[in-house]
């Protein structure tokens, strides 16, 4: 058996505070905004300020790397649901971390819709994955004749996208999910 180096300790070590300061981030934009406290996200992290600026030089290139992180887990999420799930539980459980993650990114909005001024690829880029994540996901439910096979993604991911913007300014707890039931109930055959 190989020992670690202590090169490879330090990697492990820093891509662990690398993860954790995403984590910490995305939950703090989600719920204070984009004015979200710097110190508090490193305090959450378990890290000093310091390493978060080392890391994150700039509050923009952590709201980016946050933004790039919470989408490419939800798109890897729809295949882990797939496999784990029956189909129509699947897309259930996938539109609830569809939510989840719209409210992470409405915390960051400001600072994301300048980032997509300069940096389009990257909004169409994280568009496709996501469109092909729940094209995948809707497949398999059509597939298993639980829902339509005329469905559009990109339209579902619209009304979800609706349900986050009507569901942020509501006090009702249930609300999303009600919401949730009340569109796969207009996607079933």
Same mark, same amino acid.
């Given at each position: 058996?190989?020992?670690?180096?202590?090169?490879?300790?330090?990697?492990?070590?820093?891509?662990?505070?690398?993860?954790?300061?995403?984590?910490?981030?995305? @939950?703090?934009?989600?719920?204070?905004?984009?004015?979200?406290? $710097?110190?508090?996200?490193? @305090?959450?992290?378990?890290?000093?300020?310091?390493?978060?600026?080392?890391?994150?030089?700039?509050?923009?290139?952590?709201?980016?790397?946050?933004?790039?992180?919470?989408?490419?887990?939800?798109?890897?999420?729809?295949?882990?649901?797939?496999?784990?799930?029956?189909?129509?539980?699947?897309?259930?459980?996938?539109?609830?971390?569809?939510?989840?993650?719209?409210?992470?990114?409405?915390?960051?909005?400001?600072?994301?819709?300048?980032?997509?001024?300069?940096?389009?690829?990257?909004?169409?880029?994280?568009?496709?994955? $996501?469109?092909?994540?729940?094209?995948?996901?809707?497949?398999?439910?059509?597939?298993?004749?639980?829902?339509?096979?005329?469905?559009?993604?990109?339209?579902?991911?619209?009304?979800?996208?609706?349900?986050?913007?009507?569901?942020?300014?509501?006090?009702?707890?249930?609300? @999303?999910?009600?919401?949730?039931?009340?569109?796969?109930?207009?996607?079933?055959?």
């Amino acid at each position: 058996m190989c020992a670690v180096t202590e090169e490879q300790a330090l990697r492990a070590d820093a891509r662990a505070n690398h993860d954790r300061l995403l984590e910490a981030a995305a @939950r703090a934009f989600a719920a204070d905004g984009p004015g979200a406290s $710097l110190r508090g996200i490193a @305090r959450d992290a378990e890290v000093g300020i310091a390493t978060l600026y080392r890391r994150f030089p700039t509050r923009e290139l952590l709201v980016e790397a946050v933004y790039r992180n919470e989408s490419g887990r939800l798109a890897d999420a729809a295949e882990q649901l797939r496999e784990t799930l029956p189909p129509l539980e699947a897309v259930i459980a996938w539109m609830r971390q569809f939510l989840e993650y719209l409210s992470t990114k409405s915390g960051m909005a400001e600072t994301l819709r300048l980032l997509f001024t300069t940096d389009q690829g990257l909004r169409l880029q994280t568009r496709a994955a $996501l469109v092909e994540a729940c094209a995948g996901l809707l497949e398999a439910a059509a597939d298993a004749g639980q829902l339509r096979h005329d469905l559009d993604p990109l339209d579902v991911l619209m009304a979800l996208g609706g349900f986050a913007f009507i569901a942020e300014d509501q006090a009702e707890p249930d609300l @999303r999910e009600r919401l949730i039931r009340l569109l796969v109930d207009g996607l079933r055959v």
